[in-house]
C-alpha cells in the first residue's frame, strides 16, 4: 500500500513538472551527452575529480528535480530570463546587463566563475556543475527566452495533435519526444559535423548564444499568433530549429567545460 501511494505522489509530481522543465529529460540528456564526446582528456580527468566517472547526462536534469525542495527555492528564476520581443542585439545585450540579478545570464556568469574557483567545497562545485550543465541547455530552449507577459509561452494555449497543451511545453519535450530516439541515439543523429563546422557555432559569449535564442523564439512567437493546432505540419517547420538548438547547446557546454577544466 506504501509503495503504491508513492507511486501516485511520484506520478502526480512528474506530471505537475513536466511543464516546467526545459527541454524536458532527454533533451537535457542529448545536450549534456554531445558535450561529453567534445571534452578534452584534461577536462574529463578535472571533472571526474567533482563527479567521479558518472555520464554528465546523469546529472543534467538535476537542477529541475531538486525545484521541489524548499532550500532551493531561489533557484527557480535562474532557468529563464524574460524581456520584450524583436530587439535589435545591442538592445537584447542591454536588457541583459539591466536585468534582475537572479536569471539565467546573470548566473551562467557566476557559474562560471565559481566553478574556476577550486577552493570552494566539493559539494559547492558539483551544484555548480550541475547548474552549468543544465542552464546552458535551458539557454538554447527558445521559451526560456521568452516574453514576460505569457511567461515564456506557458500562458499561450495551443493543442499539441488534438490535446490541449500550452507553447512552452511543445518546445520543452513535444517537439524532441516525438523522434522517439533515446538520447544516445540523438546526439549520435545531430554530431556528424567536422571541426570546422562545429568551430563556426561555438564562437561568441553567452549574451551573443542567448540573442542568438531570442531570434528563434521571436519566430515561434509570430507563428503562434497564425497557428494553435500543432501536429504534423508544426514539426516539419521546426524539426531542424530543434535539432540546431540542441547541437549549438551540447558544443557550447563543451567549449565552456573545456575552458573551465581543461
Known amino acids: 500500500m506504501k509503495q503504491t ?3 501516485i505522489f511520484v506520478i502526480i509530481f512528474l506530471g505537475i513538472n513536466s511543464h516546467v ?7 537535457h ?5 554531445i558535450a561529453e564526446r567534445h571534452l578534452t582528456k584534461k577536462a574529463k580527468r578535472n571533472i571526474q575529480k567533482i563527479i567521479g566517472r558518472q555520464h554528465l547526462a546523469y546529472w543534467a536534469n538535476w537542477p529541475d528535480f531538486i525545484k521541489s525542495d524548499y532550500a532551493f527555492d531561489e533557484t527557480s528564476p535562474y532557468h529563464y530570463i524574460n524581456t520584450a520581443g524583436n530587439l535589435a542585439k545591442d538592445d537584447f ?7 534582475p540579478e537572479n536569471n539565467i545570464y546573470k ?6 566563475e565559481d566553478l574556476k574557483d577550486r577552493s570552494n567545497s566539493l559539494t ?4 555548480n556543475l550541475y547548474f552549468l550543465i543544465h542552464l546552458i541547455g535551458d539557454a538554447h530552449q527558445p521559451m526560456h527566452v521568452g516574453r514576460p507577459e505569457d511567461l515564456g509561452g506557458n500562458k499561450i494555449s495551443v493543442t499539441w495533435f488534438g490535446k490541449s497543451d500550452n507553447l512552452h511545453r511543445v518546445w ?4 524532441v519526444d516525438y523522434e522517439k530516439y533515446s538520447y544516445t541515439e540523438y546526439a549520435s543523429v545531430l554530431d556528424i559535423h567536422d571541426k570546422r563546422y562545429n568551430a563556426a557555432l561555438v564562437t561568441g559569449d553567452y549574451a551573443s ?5 531570442h531570434v528563434v523564439a521571436n519566430k515561434i512567437y509570430a507563428d503562434a499568433a497564425n497557428e494553435s493546432n500543432l501536429s504534423y505540419r508544426y514539426i516539419y517547420d521546426n524539426k531542424y530549429v530543434v535539432e540546431d538548438a540542441l547541437l549549438k547547446g551540447g558544443l557550447r557546454l563543451a567549449k565552456m567545460l573545456n575552458e573551465i577544466f581543461g
Open 172 to 175: 520543452d519535450s513535444s517537439l
Open 21 to 27: 522543465w526545459a527541454w524536458g529529460l532527454t533533451g
Open 124 to 127: 559547492e562545485q558539483q551544484q
Open 5 to 7: 501511494i508513492k507511486l
Open 93 to 99: 545585450k542591454m536588457a541583459l546587463q539591466n536585468s
Open 29 to 33: 540528456r542529448i545536450v549534456s551527452e
Open 107 to 112: 548566473q551562467l556568469i557566476r557559474l562560471t
Open 209 to 213: 548564444w542567448l540573442y542568438d535564442t
